[in-house]
């Protein structure tokens, strides 16, 4: 039954996905938009790569520290057993210097490398946040250009389209035939105002 609603929620989530896709190659704002999400996505993720690069440089280079320190102890300590005749202890002593001059020595190609590593990321993520800025001067002049073009495309409508035109033209007569209605219908009734009220003051002065 999980399986069964697993396949069934993927199905529909394909389904949704290929709606959006189909509505965005429709649309070139919302294609930039979502470019311009992956680029920040993208960013987002050389920051993370460049902050653990950082952290593992001064591992290394703590490590480093650490056995060069070492190295140098173990030095001293058998140069002392040596001049004591202290062989057993001076081989000892010795033998720890050589393992910690070799660590320190990979420890230190291993720093250098991860420090080319970091610069090689921080110039990475230098020139993909001038990109990203660049991508948002491209989208606000694509929205300004849509818009400006939205806005010709209505007044075109109203200024050039004959339907438009044409429907605009019968509203007008109407309009005109109704008001020119109204006043003859006004002009009658004060005619017939006119009139009777003439009428009237005839039959006062007969009286």
Aim: include cysteine.
């Amino acid at each position: 039954m999980s399986n069964l609603f697993t396949r069934i929620k993927d199905t529909i989530s394909a389904d949704f996905n290929e709606m959006l896709d189909q509505k965005e190659r429709k649309n070139p704002i919302a294609q930039i938009n979502q470019y311009v999400r992956r680029c920040e996505q993208e960013v987002k993720k050389i920051r993370g790569h460049m902050e653990k690069q950082y952290a593992l440089k001064q591992e290394f280079t703590r490590e480093f520290h650490q056995a060069a320190a070492m190295a140098d102890k173990r030095k001293r300590q058998a140069e002392i057993a040596l001049k004591a005749n202290e062989q057993e202890l001076h081989e000892q002593a010795h033998k720890d210097q050589v393992y910690f001059e070799e660590r320190a020595d990979k420890l230190e190609s291993i720093k250098r490398n991860a420090i080319k590593e970091l610069e090689s990321l921080e110039s990475k993520y230098v020139e993909m946040k001038h990109k990203l800025k660049d991508l948002y001067v491209k989208r606000m002049e694509l929205k300004g250009r849509e818009n400006a073009a939205q806005a010709h495309k209505g007044m075109n409508n109203v200024l050039h389209t004959d339907r438009f035109a044409d429907q605009s033209n019968a509203t007008f007569a109407e309009m005109e035939d109704y008001i020119e209605r109204l006043e003859n219908q006004v002009n009658a009734e004060y005619r017939s105002y006119t009139l009777d009220a003439r009428i009237a003051e005839l039959e006062k002065r007969a009286e």
